[in-house]
């Protein structure tokens, strides 16, 4: 079993940054992929940032040239830095980790990020 544990969330201004942290730990072989995804309320499950192992990395065009996803492979760690914040970067962000053929796909249990204007 996955263990995630998120850190980081909280509540700025528009214009202002916040750096979101998930950490991994438990029975991992070894991880894929790892990524955040937010979810507003009344609206579905988006795509913030994925990193692959490979080293392959994809961002929602909302956050494209504003959010930088990075990871720590000894720390089984994956980053988000969250630069010049709109209100709608509001929701909940959830970290995501999966092995490689699908041996485990963990969400933690979410953190709020709240961008007032």
């Known amino acids: 079993q996955v263990q995630l544990v998120e850190s980081g969330g909280g509540l700025v201004q528009a214009g202002e940054s916040l750096r979101l942290s998930c950490a991994a730990s438990?029975?991992?072989?070894?991880?894929?992929?790892m990524g955040w995804y937010r979810q507003a309320p009344g609206k579905q499950r988006e795509l913030v940032a994925t990193f692959t192992s490979g080293g392959w990395i994809n961002y929602g065009d909302s956050v494209k040239g504003r959010f930088t996803i990075s990871r720590d492979n000894a720390k089984n760690t994956v980053y988000l830095q969250m630069n010049s914040l709109k209100p709608e970067d509001t929701a909940v962000y959830y970290c995501?980790?999966?092995?490689?053929?699908?041996?485990?796909?963990?969400w933690g249990q979410g953190t709020q990020v709240t961008v007032s204007s």
């Open positions: 438990g029975r991992i072989s070894s991880i894929n992929v």
């Open positions: 995501n980790v999966r092995g490689f053929s699908g041996q485990f796909n963990a």
